[in-house]
Structure formats: C-alpha cells, structure tokens
C-alpha cells in the first residue's frame, strides 16, 4: 500500500523570538513523491530537511502552500505516515522490551486479534534480522540493532510512506550499508513511498529513484535528479557502476555551489 | 552497605566509621564518662530492643506507623504525579494551577498541624493529611519537570503512530518520565517518614514516634533508644525496598 505525497508551493518560515529576523526555512517549494517512489532530498546542513519531514509528517504545518497526501492536505500526523528518526535510541520506548516496541502501533486493535499481530510482529522482527531478541531491552542492543527494531517498527504501522531522517547517520559505515540493503530490500517487498533526508549524496544515489537537491538557506529547490541506476542495487556493484559515479559528480557539485566548480576549473588549468 | 552500584571495595569501608562511633561511644559508658541514665551504653539498647523484639511489643506500633506511612506515601505518590503530569501536559491547567502550589509548596508542613488538628481532629485523618502534604510536593515538582524534559523525539515518534491522548500520557508520557517521578518519590520518603512520626508523637496514642515520646517522658530511656534503633533500621529498610523496585522499574536508566 502506498500514496503520493506532495509538497505544493511550500514555505515555512520560523518566527524571529525576541525581535531577532524571522527565519526562512522553505521559500516555495513544490516537490511530489509519487506512489511506491524512493525519492530521496539533499541539502548542505542546516537547510531544513528535517523541517520538510515534519510537515510531511503533521508534526509542524507549513506557513503557506500544502502538503498533500493523495488528495488530502496534511494537518495533524496522518494513519500510516511513518517518520524514522536519526536519534534511534530517543526514539525507541526504552521500558517496553523489542517485541512490544514493535507491537505499538497495533496495539489499539482488538484483543482477539493480539496474538495473530504479535506473530506478525515476530515476523517483521526476521525480516529485519532480529529474530530471537524479542525479549531484549533497547538499552541491550547495539545502535544498529536499535534501528532496526524502528524500522520493524515503522513495518508493524503498515506504512503508506516512509519519511526517513538522515536514519544511518548515527551508525559506523558497514553498519550503515547493511541497513541500506535491508531497507532498499523491505521497499521492493511493500512498495510503500520513502523520502529520505541525508546529506550523504552516495547514500541518495544508492537508494533512490530520484533525488532532490536543495539549496542552503533560504531553501528553494535546485534540482531534480533522476538516477537510472538498474534495481536491485548491490552495495558493490551500484558503487562501482560509471553511472554512479557520475550521479555523484554532479549532485555533489550541485551542493558544493558555483564557487567550488570554479576552483575545480582553475584547478584544472 | 555493599552495593553493585558503588565502585568496588567501598562496601567493607562504609561500615568502619559506624563502628568506630559505637566503640567509643560503648567505651565512654564503660569508663563511666556518660551518665548510664540518660546515655545507656549500646550493648545496652541493643539488649533492650532484643528484649522488645522477643515479647512481640515491637509489632503493634510498628504496624501503626508503617500503615500510616503507606496510605499517606501512597497517597501522596498518586496525587503528586497526578498533578504533575496535569500541569505539564496541559497549559491551561499549569495556569490555574501554578500559583496555588507555589502558595502551599514552601510552607513548612508542620506548621499545618495546628490548622490540621481544627478541621481533621487529633487522629489518623491529620497524620495521613500530614504526610501527604509533606510527600506530594517533591512527587509534583519532579513528575512537572520529568514530563516537561521529555525528549521532543520521543512524543513525535508516538504522535505519528495515531495514538489518543489518554493512552499518550499512559503508554508514553507517565513511563518515560518514571526515573524522574521516582527520584521525587525518593525525597517523597525521607520526608513522608519524618512527618508521620512527628504526627505520632503530637496526635497518636501508638506508634513508633508516639512510644519514643513517651517513653521518655516516663523515663525509660534505654527502651527509648531501642525505638529509636527502630526507627533508624525502618527507615533503611524502606530506601533499600526503594532502590529494588526503582531497578526493577527502570532498568534502563542512565544506559540508554
């Protein structure tokens, strides 16, 4: 199951406290997720991406244009729209042990129903390579295991749309390129709709069809890239792909700016 | 006291300088430096509480003051973070609220007893009013201020999977701020014993605090002591009960 969600002309603009500017965050910015698509954002730090997440998640609203889900505008947080946090450890209710993390978003189901979920559940924990931890803590895992008890999680909530906030920057690199694949795996399997927020531009590459690069402040948006990489992607085969490569090149100059194109020129020369 | 969360050794070293006191003190009665009347040695109060301890008279004003202590404890316990997490999640309740805890909150609580006595009566209804006063205001303070520090990640996450708001405050917002509410509950007990003795010695005819005062009065100060001995390892025994349901309740805290 999985929706389009859109952002249609939207600027968020902060309140200036105590008389200091008001604080453009987004200025206009229209951008779509179409169903089932891996589209992926890019920006230099502190442009805001994680603020384009929140709205898409109904956690904050935009000051002025829509987020669309489907046909809908998104005020409050909609059913089945899923954030993954970069801070898995906040994230994770650290009294409730792995199986019953997972088991959250379903438990306002009927009882009867609870042991058929909680199979369900058991299931989702394989399928992320935790089987056999149910009965563990948060606080007994490693960081990368905490994140996939999340993503387990975010699997039981049934998601029309993943928003994905930078979630594998908090791991070490091998860590971070299994998750990737696992990731990349569970999206082909339940073809929901991911955004994912990273300022790592192969980590966009590898797991996108499309990413967006967005300027530093006030935010607008740059470009859209499409990345006509073959699925399914191999962590060493996608790198290692001359398209790739390219992908990289360019996005990565996009983000570094005009400036640093011309060094790279007068480098050259 | 030995305990996994001290660093190793200080275990043995915690009970040197108690011993030492109770040499000196055990000594000076011996050398007939202290007036054995009204300082008995510790021989002798350790006798006197075995004494107690086998005619079974220790239970009775035991049962008393620990039962005054639970209902108030417990009472204050729910009160405190009931409030607390009212004001916390709610501003309009913080508004109406604020300025009449601030009001009760520094008043000494024994300075109430006199009010207590007029509108209670001298009995269990003002020693229980007593502790509960005493106990609910760190509850409240620490429960407001647990809730209030809550990382923003954590209630988002909860946000976005759909649920009301009662099961908000039940399934997140009450467990997640549970060390917070607990470390109030600390002071909670320190305090809470202190007033429900104080209550027994002005307001009971039982009771641990009741039976020091009077057993001073009519002079038998060794059997005084040993209620005082009482009274110490009573309330070593309620924090060690503390600090086992506090690991057990939240065992990931300071780990996560």
């Known amino acids: ?269 | 006291m030995p305990r996994s969360s001290e660093p190793d050794g200080i275990g043995y070293w915690a009970g040197v300088s108690p011993a030492i006191v109770l040499c000196i003190w055990e000594l000076a009665g011996r050398l007939g430096w202290t007036n054995p009347i009204l300082l008995p040695n510790p021989t002798q109060i350790v006798a006197a509480l075995a004494a107690l301890v086998a005619s079974g008279g220790i239970l009775t004003p035991l049962v008393h003051t620990v039962g005054l202590f639970v209902v108030g404890f417990t009472l204050a316990a729910v009160i405190g973070t009931g409030i607390g997490i009212a004001m916390a999640t709610s501003r309009r309740l913080y508004g109406l609220l604020e300025p009449l805890v601030e009001m009760l909150r520094p008043i000494p609580k024994p300075a109430l007893v006199p009010v207590l006595f007029l509108f209670l009566g001298i009995g269990k209804a003002t020693m229980i009013a007593l502790v509960v006063l005493a106990g609910m205001f760190p509850v409240l303070i620490s429960t407001y201020q647990g809730v209030r520090g809550l990382d923003p990640v954590l209630l988002e996450t909860a946000r976005t999977f759909q649920i009301s708001r009662s099961r908000m405050i039940a399934s997140i917002i009450l467990p997640a701020s549970l060390p917070m509410i607990l470390a109030g509950m600390r002071v909670a007990l320190g305090l809470g014993l202190v007033l429900v003795i104080l209550a027994e010695m002005l307001a009971a005819q039982e009771g641990i605090g009741f039976r020091i005062l009077d057993l001073e009065r009519s002079f038998q100060i060794r059997d005084m002591f040993a209620w005082i001995v009482v009274l110490v390892l009573l309330g070593a025994a309620m924090m060690k009960v503390f600090d086992v349901a506090e690991r057990n309740l939240v065992p990931w805290r300071g780990r996560s």
């Open chain 1, 1 to 269: 199951m999985s929706e389009r969600l859109g952002f249609d002309h939207v600027t968020k603009v902060f309140e200036g406290q105590r008389g200091e500017a008001d604080f453009v965050a987004f200025d206009d910015v229209t951008l779509q997720a179409g169903p089932s698509e891996f589209l992926a954002v890019v920006g230099p730090s502190g442009c805001g991406k994680s603020t384009l997440l929140r709205m898409a998640a109904g956690l904050v609203s935009p000051t002025a244009g829509k987020v669309l889900l489907g046909d809908q505008p998104v005020q409050e947080p909609p059913p089945g729209v899923i954030y993954l946090f970069q801070q898995y450890a906040k994230s994770l209710f650290a009294w409730r042990n792995v199986i019953d993390n997972v088991m959250f978003p379903l438990e306002s189901a009927p009882r009867a129903r609870r042991g058929e979920l909680r199979r369900q559940c058991q299931d989702y924990l394989r399928q992320v390579g935790l089987a056999g931890f149910e009965e563990k803590y948060p606080w007994q895992l490693s960081g990368g295991m905490q994140q996939r008890v999340a993503i387990a999680r975010a699997l039981a909530a049934n998601p029309r749309v993943l928003l994905l906030d930078e979630p594998f920057s908090a791991v070490d690199a091998l860590t971070r390129m299994e998750l990737q694949s696992l990731l990349l795996q569970l999206w082909e399997r339940r073809r929901f709709t991911a955004i994912l927020v990273t300022h790592d531009v192969e980590e966009a590459i590898f797991l996108a069809d499309r990413v967006a690069v967005l300027s530093a402040r006030p935010t607008a948006l740059k470009e859209i890239i499409d990345v006509d990489l073959p699925r399914p992607r191999d962590q060493l085969a996608t790198r290692e792909h001359p398209r790739f490569l390219s992908l990289r090149h360019h996005i990565t100059a996009s983000l570094l700016g005009p400036n640093e194109k011309t060094n790279e020129h007068a480098a050259l020369v």
